[in-house]
């Protein structure tokens, strides 16, 4: 039988601990303490998706790829299985893949701004611009100070050139982080696209 959730009072007093870890982003102390109640409870569900989710943070997109299917298998409803494998294959530019696992990520938990932001990206990419736009101005109605949504909107709207928007967008993440050189960048890209835009 499938242990779903935290065992011993004691592996969910080191699970607190290891999630207080990762909120500090301490990402490999929470592991050590996350890898060591695996041993205790392979299948349990809890500890695998605070694993995925650490080495996601780290970037071991590998082990957190491993960690999420894992999760998938033993929970087929985790959002956060689907979430973390739909941020993976959009980071692999595999659309198709992504779409299907951020879909089922925001069926699972609808309105959560972080879901909607990955799978309006990978909506667009998958060439659903329309409704990967739509989905990344949902994701920032919920969370309009997120500088990643407005940059990826941005970008989305720099890609169709609308470029008035475009600026807009980048402006807005500079007013919240002057020092963002993403939107720094983005800024001169919309102003020299622009201009050979209307130089044609």
Excluded at 68 to 86: C, E, F, M, T
Aim: glycine share 4%.
């Amino acid at each position: 039988m499938t242990r779903k959730s935290g065992g011993s009072s004691e592996g969910e007093q080191r699970l607190r601990k290891a999630v207080d870890l990762k909120l500090k982003g301490e990402h490999t102390k929470a592991l050590l303490i996350l890898e060591m109640l695996l041993v205790e409870e392979p299948e349990n569900v809890d500890f695998l998706e605070e694993i995925a989710d650490n080495e996601l943070s780290l970037e071991q997109y590998p082990r957190a790829e491993a960690a999420a299917k894992q999760v998938i298998s033993l929970r087929p409803d985790s959002n956060r299985g689907h979430y973390i494998l739909g941020f993976i294959h959009s980071h692999k530019e595999q659309w198709d893949d992504a779409a299907k696992h951020l879909q089922e990520a925001n069926r699972l938990q609808p309105n959560n701004p972080e879901i909607l932001r990955c799978l309006g990206w990978a909506l667009f990419h998958q060439g659903l611009r329309l409704q990967g736009i739509v989905t990344l101005e949902r994701a920032l109605n919920l969370e309009s100070d997120n500088t990643f949504a407005l940059c990826d909107l941005g970008v989305a709207y720099l890609e169709i050139r609308n470029f008035s928007k475009a600026r807009a967008l980048f402006r807005r993440v500079l007013d919240l982080d002057p020092a963002d050189e993403r939107a720094k960048e983005c800024v001169h890209t919309v102003d020299r696209m622009e201009k050979k835009f209307q130089d044609q």
